[in-house]
């Protein structure tokens, strides 16, 4: 299967490749948009360039900041604290100044001008058919919806354009987060739907279910619950897609291309095409070096301890029948030198760290051939060094779903493992979530039933089954927490459901405090409110 792998040419211009395909590089930017964009290959050319905002977010350190942690879910740990506390605090000191909140902004509108740009003079191009004029500009059109998509979740009122900006613009207006769903969003995606192919012809592209998945998301957000449920319908039934089982296989990195991935963000193993890279593989492991038996290696990663599951994220998980705990972490650790831990002599293959969810006897974990760390479900600060979250928020179960055991050398960041924006697990969930919000509690059971069933451990499949009177928001979150864990989506989902400052003061303890209503929405950039030249049009948003 191919794959699109982008490599900047001078500062807006792509070349695509597929793994198979020999890169060839072109001076195109000694040549002007107005001359190469009137070409066919200008105008694919463009289109590319599109798409490498996508890399720019996607397994990016400052995307997980501002969509997994500061939730019920997930909370600093040793080097989230250390380097980038205020996100998930709340924290005053978390302001528009922040470089987390100024890259996302900057990099979503350069991608939305591209795409703009792309739209605007596509059909105009020479020697295209109307439907290769048409894809372009729907693959664009995805796109720049996505971009506003993510900036109206993240910011609320934003600066909106669907005109092609050259030169310099130093005006800005914040228009209404409904008018840019209506005139951006929705219309951007329903054109996709109607013009894009229902697979693509290299994988990576975007499609017809794609967009038809995206719109089900949000018109999830949006409150139109029969229309998604409808889309959601349509991308379950129609294209052939498939559960991946079991649910551990999922995230084989050699099965980065499988049945149920609807549309994913490309990498490559190739240093030369693959940027900064998947970063993901860094941010959910903790320092298992401490251990006198460990030393740092490929298979266990580079530790980031970015995000440590909270007490709530763990307490989700019956791991006696539902496969998505162990499918989803990693728990135990084998030696890869020789040692002694507890009095007793561990060689290389032996266990070496064990992390267990529930409490055991001092006594127990003092005999034991290697660190037994057990769960009391204290937050931390009050704990012991033996219990999770204990060293500092160092010791925790990690989150395997982007573990790159084909990185180059231990220290190497630069992920190859694809980003799985949609898969069909959430259309379930869209269209449970959906049903159930028109009052069809027993469809609802019956879509969250098949992801269920799915997850079960095998013999556990009635156990796992729920019925009608299972259902309810709380149920609909725990069962999105479950299934997307550590997917860039549970920030966004707290917010829609009015539930981001209630379960946050409820489930995470170092955001509690400082979490307000101000909080739904993140600060503007000050970068952008200082260089408008009509600052009483571009207001900083309440409380920062």
Same mark, same amino acid.
């Given at each position: 299967m191919k794959k699109l792998h982008y490599i900047l040419l001078s500062t807006v211009l792509l070349a695509l490749s597929s793994c198979h395909d020999m890169l060839e590089e072109h001076p195109v930017g000694l040549a002007t948009a107005e001359s190469y964009y009137s070409t066919p290959k200008g105008i694919e050319d463009g289109l590319k360039a599109t798409y490498t905002t996508l890399r720019t977010f996607y397994g990016q350190q400052e995307a997980f900041f501002l969509t997994i942690n500061g939730t019920d879910l997930f909370t600093n740990g040793f080097g989230g604290v250390t380097n980038f506390p205020d996100i998930n605090d709340y924290s005053p000191n978390f302001l528009g100044t922040n470089a987390f909140v100024t890259t996302i902004w900057n990099n979503f509108?350069?991608?939305?001008?591209? !795409? %703009?740009? &792309? $739209?605007?003079?596509?059909?105009?191009?020479?020697?295209?058919?109307? /439907?290769?004029?048409?894809? +372009?500009?729907?693959?664009?059109?995805?796109l720049r919806a996505l971009y506003y998509f993510h900036l109206v979740q993240q910011f609320g009122d934003v600066h909106f354009s669907l005109e092609e900006t050259i030169g310099v613009q130093t005006t800005a207006k914040r228009t209404p987060v409904s008018t840019i769903y209506e005139q951006g969003i929705i219309p951007d995606l329903q054109y996709?739907?109607?013009?894009?192919?229902?697979?693509?012809?290299?994988?990576?592209?975007?499609?017809?279910?794609?967009?038809?998945?995206?719109?089900?998301?949000?018109?999830l957000t949006r409150?139109?619950?029969?229309?998604?449920?409808?889309? !959601? %319908?349509? &991308? $379950?039934?129609?294209?052939?897609?498939?559960?991946?089982?079991?649910? /551990?296989?999922?995230?084989? +990195?050699?099965?980065?291309?499988?049945?149920?991935?609807?549309?994913?963000?490309?990498?490559?193993?190739?240093p030369l095409l693959n940027g900064a890279g998947n970063e993901s593989h860094l941010f959910f492991i903790w320092d298992y070096t401490f251990n006198p038996t460990m030393v740092r290696d490929i298979e266990n990663g580079r530790p980031y301890q970015r995000f440590m599951p909270t007490n709530y994220l763990i307490k989700l998980f019956d791991p006696s029948k539902d496969a998505r705990w162990d499918g989803s972490f990693k728990t135990v650790w084998k030696a890869n030198r020789t040692g002694v831990i507890n009095g007793k002599n561990v060689a290389v293959g032996d266990t070496s760290i064990k992390i267990v969810t529930y409490p055991v006897a001092d006594a127990v974990k003092n005999a034991a051939p290697y660190w037994l760390i057990d769960f009391k479900d204290r937050w931390v600060g009050n704990i012991n060094n033996t219990e999770i979250g204990g060293m500092s928020r160092r010791y925790f179960p990690v989150l395997k779903k982007y573990l790159d055991p084909l990185r180059t050398s231990v220290n190497a960041t630069d992920g190859r493992r694809d980003f799985f924006v949609i898969r069909l697990a959430e259309l379930y969930l869209i269209a449970g979530e959906a049903a159930w919000r028109q009052n069809k509690p027993a469809d609802a059971a019956a879509y969250l039933n098949v992801i269920r069933s799915r997850a079960a451990m095998a013999g556990k499949e009635k156990q796992m089954e729920i019925t009608a009177s299972d259902v309810n928001l709380d149920f609909i979150l725990d069962e999105r927490g479950r299934e997307l864990v550590g997917e860039m989506d549970r920030w966004y989902d707290l917010k829609r459901t009015g539930q981001l400052l209630e379960r946050v003061k409820k489930y995470n303890l170092d955001a509690a405090v400082n979490i307000k209503e101000m909080h739904l929405v993140r600060p503007i950039p000050q970068t952008q409110i200082d260089r408008v030249t009509n600052p009483g049009d571009f207001l900083q948003n309440p409380g920062y």
């Open positions: 509108y350069t991608g939305i001008n591209q !795409a %703009n740009a &792309v $739209i605007g003079r596509a059909p105009n191009v020479a020697g295209l058919s109307d /439907a290769e004029k048409n894809r +372009i500009i729907g693959e664009a059109r995805f996709a739907i109607e013009h894009l192919p229902a697979k693509a012809t290299q994988y990576g592209r975007v499609t017809k279910p794609a967009s038809e998945a995206l719109l089900a998301r949000v018109q409150g139109n619950w029969a229309e998604a449920e409808r889309l !959601a %319908n349509q &991308v $379950i039934k129609s294209y052939g897609f498939q559960l991946v089982k079991p649910y /551990a296989r999922l995230w084989d +990195i050699d099965n980065d291309v499988n049945s149920e991935v609807i549309w994913s963000v490309q990498f490559t193993p190739d």
